[in-house]
C-alpha cells in the first residue's frame, strides 16, 4: 500500500505540470488534445512493440499494429471498444480542462479539478451498486466550498471555473470507469488504447471544432512541438501508467481527491514560471484552503483504516 501512495503522489506532481503545458502551449484547446493523444498512441505503440520484439522473422513481418492487436490480449474487439469509450472521456475531460486554463488562468484551472472528488463520491456509488460514504461526502463538501468562494468573488474567472467544473465531472467518470477495467489488463495496453480511442473521437470531432473556433494553421511550431514532445512522455504516458496501477491498490475515490494536491504544484510552478501571483485574490487562498483541509481529512482516514 504504502508503494501506492508513492507512485500516487509521484504521479500528482508529474500532473502539476500539466496546466503549465497546456498554458505555454500556443495550440487552442481542441488540437492540443488531439495532438497530445496522437503522440501518446504512437509513444505506446513503440513501448508496446518493443516489450514484445522477437528475432522471428514471421513477428517482424506482422507489423506495428497486429503485433500490438496479437499482444493485447483484450478479449476481442469488445474489450477494446470498452477502453476506446474510457478514452473518449479522457479526451473530453482535456479539452474541457484546458479550455479553463485559457479562459482563465493554471491556477483556476487546476483548482477546479478538486471537484473530480465531489463528482466521485456521488457517481462512483451508483455506477458500483455500492452505499454512498457520507463520510466521502462530507469531505468532498469541503472542496466544494473551497470552488464556491473562489466562484463568488472572482467574477472575471468564471467562464473558466464553469469549464473547469465540466471537466472534473468528466474526469470522475474516467476514474471510476478506468479503475472498472484497469484490473482486467495491463497498463501500458490500456492506455495505448485509450489515448488511440481518444485521438479517433477527436479526429471525428475536429473538423466542427475548428468550424466553430477557426484557427490559422493546424500545425504546431518548432518550440510547441518540443513542448509537446516532452508533455506526452513525462505527463501523459509516464503519469497515467502511473496512475493506471494506483488505480489497482486504490480506490478511485482516494485517488481523485489525493488529486487535489495537483493544484498546489502547478499554483507554485505558475507563480515561479508564468507570475501568476499577482492574478490571485484573497478569496483564492482561502479557497485553496478548504481544499486542501479536505485531502489532509481523506488522506489521515485512509492511513487509518
Known amino acids: 500500500m504504502k508503494q501506492a501512495f508513492i507512485k500516487l503522489h509521484l504521479s500528482i506532481l508529474l500532473a502539476g505540470f500539466t496546466g503549465i503545458f497546456g498554458k505555454i502551449i500556443t495550440l487552442n484547446e481542441g488540437l492540443l488534445v488531439w495532438y497530445r493523444m496522437m503522440l501518446a498512441a504512437v509513444v505506446m505503440a513503440v513501448i508496446l512493440l518493443l516489450r514484445h520484439s522477437s528475432p522471428s522473422p514471421n513477428l517482424q513481418k506482422r507489423g506495428l499494429i497486429r503485433t500490438i492487436l496479437s499482444v493485447s490480449s483484450l478479449g476481442g474487439w469488445s474489450g477494446r471498444l470498452k477502453l476506446f469509450g474510457v478514452g473518449s472521456l479522457l479526451a473530453l475531460h482535456w479539452v474541457f480542462f484546458f479550455g479553463s486554463i485559457k479562459a482563465s488562468n493554471v491556477s483556476i484551472g487546476v483548482i477546479c479539478f478538486s471537484l473530480t472528488g465531489f463528482f466521485t463520491a456521488i457517481l462512483e456509488p451508483l455506477i458500483s451498486h455500492r452505499r454512498i460514504s457520507f463520510r466521502e461526502l462530507a469531505f468532498s463538501l469541503i472542496a466544494l466550498a473551497g470552488i464556491g468562494l473562489i466562484f463568488h468573488f472572482d467574477v472575471q474567472y468564471r467562464k473558466g471555473i464553469l469549464l473547469g467544473i465540466a471537466s472534473s465531472l468528466l474526469a470522475a467518470l474516467f476514474t471510476i470507469t478506468n479503475k472498472q477495467t484497469g484490473s482486467k489488463y495491463a497498463s501500458s495496453v490500456m492506455v495505448f488504447y485509450e ?110 483504516m
Not at 203 to 227: G, K, R, S, W
Not at 239 to 251: A, F, G, R
Not at 272 to 282: N, S
Open 195 to 304: 489515448m488511440l480511442g481518444g485521438f479517433l473521437l477527436l479526429t471525428l470531432l475536429i473538423p466542427l471544432y475548428l468550424h466553430f473556433f477557426p484557427v490559422e494553421t493546424i500545425l504546431p511550431d518548432t518550440q510547441d512541438f518540443i513542448y509537446l514532445l516532452i508533455f506526452v512522455v513525462c505527463c501523459t504516458v509516464l503519469l497515467y501508467l502511473l496512475q493506471i496501477d494506483v488505480l489497482k491498490q486504490i480506490s478511485a475515490f482516494t485517488v481523485n481527491l489525493s488529486y487535489n494536491l495537483e493544484p498546489v504544484y502547478s499554483i507554485i510552478i505558475a507563480m515561479f514560471f508564468l507570475g501568476e501571483a499577482k492574478e490571485l485574490t484573497f478569496s483564492f487562498y482561502i479557497g485553496l484552503g478548504f481544499i486542501l483541509f479536505s485531502v489532509l481529512l481523506q488522506t489521515w482516514n485512509v492511513w487509518r
